[in-house]
């Protein structure tokens, strides 16, 4: 999909609070992860970021696909947790 992930461990210092988002790094997209977050954050946005894309030609697991589904639906300020619910393992 041409986006680079990176999970990583994010600064956290007085007066500075990074989190996870995406983002263009020279010009280049790149989704970070906070690896402190939780597994199902981390998960949720990769599905918000994944949603807005046209995934027709690439491979993707039927949960994987049923978690896209769902954020497509979802209301724009609705948040995620509201309204998506990951099954015991997800392949993504």
């Known amino acids: 999909m041409g986006i680079q992930v990176r999970r990583e461990k ?8 990074a989190r996870s988002g995406f983002c263009r790094v020279e010009g280049r997209p790149v989704l970070f992860l906070d690896s402190e977050s939780a597994g199902e954050a981390r998960i ?3 599905v918000d970021v994944l949603a807005d894309r046209d995934l027709s030609a690439a491979e993707v697991s039927d949960e994987a696909r049923e978690l896209l589904d769902k954020a ?3 209301p724009v300020d609705a948040p995620a947790s509201e309204t998506v619910s990951f099954p015991d393992s997800t392949a993504v």
Do not use: C, F
């Not at 994010?10 to 500075?16: D, V």
């Open 72 to 74: 497509r639906r979802r």
């Open 44 to 46: 949720e946005l990769l």
């Open 10 to 17: 994010l600064l956290r210092e007085a007066g500075y609070h």
